[in-house]
């Protein structure tokens, strides 16, 4: 069969576990494997536990006793777990998995690899090897290197990592071996390109690495010389928590305003960063948001790449970290079979050959396309495959431009293991993590073999993800209720630059900007685990503020198009915004998703109503 072919339906359990005779089937063949493996091990050795014990009334008792704590973990999963696998879900980042991805972590949890080390894991270390590389490729990091993380607040975290040290070498390098760095000025120093210090550590003994290494930030001194860490105002709050841990302190994080469509504001940054500039302050690095974790925004990584290339001819020098958790998947949905980055004018003709929308719309911007491709120039990239990898939990990721970056933060003397060794690295010494399960490389390994990271396979998949997000928001765009004589209006946040589509519900008239959020959060509470068991609940959504402190005014536009003036804006210093990550595989279609567009419109007017009549 032909990648083209793929059909997406017969990878997921089902929404009705329409393919759970499948998913069994393949799973106790997988068993048995298993189990065949421990027997046949050294077949000489008798077994230890006896037909005559296994008799034995303490045996049996104690059989008893597990499957009744079983009983109870499966009670309490049926009925507090949220159903995510249904397309009347359209709340957090979460949906279906990747059958492929749930079987081989199953299979692979038997082995019990432990990934920090290659030799507890020669298996599974080689897939997180290989998944590692895949990340790279992913993002066109032809030199790259990538591994996986448990989750993508330590990604970013690891990203900061590496651009503090990064930006401390230099300042390191004057003091073990000044002659290296002669005549550059401390603020040359501090500006100095990834490309340079990581040339300028090739001039270095193994020894002198480990020097420069320990009078690095790493040492401790000087944290706050190296400058500014600069974010969007949609910043995922891991960032907060890693300028804590790393020890740069909170306030070196500045965040810059974003615009109408939640996307970073570059002619801003600019501004932010030439008057930090003006009194000598350097940029330790600049975030870029691929899919914001509120309106699944895509920033213009495209734009703040050219940024720093004029700066650099004025000697100033950022990182470039692009914070992909959610969306970084997505770029698969401009990578044709040979991982080549698909031309603008041609992608419609490609999508349309490979299936990946159902009807030909311009469902993706240029603004979006350009962002996607330059996340090449980034130093490093946050992904997630627990996210828009469709990969069971816990499995996060991260994949860096230039390998030679691992060793400014590992923890091993280079020499210690690379010296003739083909194995795939120790990977404990080079992350921040230390035992990992091998299960997660197996899933995500699985995933990616049997969806190929590109226009054939995860695009496809993702494209159905956005497909089913636009036929979500022209639904909202289109709906109101008549409630007891109450006209309630339905507005929608901005065309989604992905496949996160946020709204709210007015009154019609209402001029209390308050009593507007009051309503919102009454419908979260009635659409969520707020108002009884979740599993009861006919639609279900999530929320969130969009509040002064953290958003600035960039949600004014937006109030004021539902009528509320700045003034009211300001009183109010916030708005509760309904949100639906759109996932689901499955609303992509629109006979289908009309189906549910029916159910759903019911569900809300039935939540409405029970609002408005309290
Ligand atoms: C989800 C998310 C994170 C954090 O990832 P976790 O896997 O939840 O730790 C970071 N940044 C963005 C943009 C996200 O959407």
New binding site residues.
Partial sequence: MSNKDINIDALFIGEKAENGDMFKSILTDLIDEHLGWRQNYMPQDKPLISEKEKDSAEYQETVEKMRDVLDEVSTRLRSNSVPWHSPRYWGH?NSETLMPAILAYTYAMLWNGNNVAYESSPGTSQMEEEVGHDFADMFGFKDGWGHISA????A?LEGLWYARNLKSLPMAIKEVKPELVEGKSDWELLNMTTDDILDMLEELSDEEIDAVKARSARGGENLKQLGKWIVPQTK?Y?WLKAADIIGIGLDQVVSVPVDNNYRMKVDELEKTIRSLVADKTPILGVVG?V???EEGAVDPINEIVELRKKLMKEGIYFYLHV?A??GGYARTMFLDEDNNFIPYKDLKKVHKEYGVFQEEKDYISEDVYNAFKAIEDAESV?V?P??MGYIPYSA?GIAIRDIRLRNIISYFATYVFEKGSKAPSMLGAYILEGSKAGATAASVWAAHHVLPLNVAGYGKLIGKSVEAAHHFYDFLSNLSFNIDGQEIEVHPLTNPDFNIVDWTFNIKGNKDLVKMNELNHKFYDEASFMSGPIYNNDFITSHTDFAIPDYGNSPLKYVEGIGYDEKEWNRAGKVTILRACVLTPLMYDKKHFEEYAEKIKSAMEEKLTRILSK
């Fill in positions: 980042m989750d993508g607040s330590i970013n995922h891991s948001v899919g914001s974790t914070d958790a959610y946050t997630d627990h996210k996060g």
